[in-house]
């Protein structure tokens, strides 16, 4: 039953994930690359945004980049949302995985609710092998970090791996 149960899960969080990454894949991410698109996105933040990336990002598959511009973006709606008078960072480092943080000075408190939110952020990184981290004690801050696979890429029916398989 349980066994059923996460398989369940876990289908319906690839579903959203394939969805989010063909459906709204934004051109900069496509055309520059992941460093790039996300400047563009912290330039767009309600809430000011420094981006770091200590050394410069080797070429990362798409599915990857998508990943990780998702959570970024997911998670600038949260502080911009829930802690309107807070600064964030994002930091990006590659090694053996695409390493993605986000943190914000707000009040702290958040918490993860299934299907939305950094509920939803955990179900998509779940699906590509991945997990969310979260620090957010009362008073604050909150960081946000997760390790993205490097294996992934996009194929045409979504995220697969390079070997074919899907994720």
């Known amino acids: 039953m349980f066994k059923r149960e996460a398989q369940d899960d876990a289908d319906r969080a690839l579903k959203a994930l394939r969805q989010t990454v063909s459906g709204i894949h934004p ?3 496509s055309d520059r690359g992941l460093e790039p698109a996300v400047r563009e996105l912290a330039e767009r933040s309600a809430v000011p945004v420094t981006v770091r990336v200590p050394h410069a990002l080797p070429s990362l598959p798409e599915g990857v980049a ?3 511009y998702f959570l970024i973006s997911e998670a600038l ?3 911009a949302k829930h802690a309107p008078g807070a600064r964030a960072t994002v930091l990006l480092v590659v090694d053996d995985a695409l390493n993605v943080s986000v943190t914000d ?3 702290g408190g958040a918490r993860v609710r299934p ?3 950094l509920g939803g952020m955990s179900e998509r990184l779940a699906a590509v092998g ?6 957010s004690p009362e008073g604050g801050p909150t960081f946000l970090s ?3 696979p490097l294996l992934l890429n996009q194929g045409e029916s979504g995220v697969v791996l390079e070997d074919g398989g899907e994720a």
Do not use: F, Q
């Open 130 to 135: 991945s997990g969310l981290e979260i620090s």
């Open 146 to 148: 997760a390790r993205v």
């Open 105 to 107: 000075d707000g009040p």
């Open 27 to 29: 051109t900069v991410l």
């Open 77 to 79: 709606t949260n502080v």
């Open 115 to 117: 299907g939305r939110g």
């Open 66 to 68: 998508a990943v990780a």
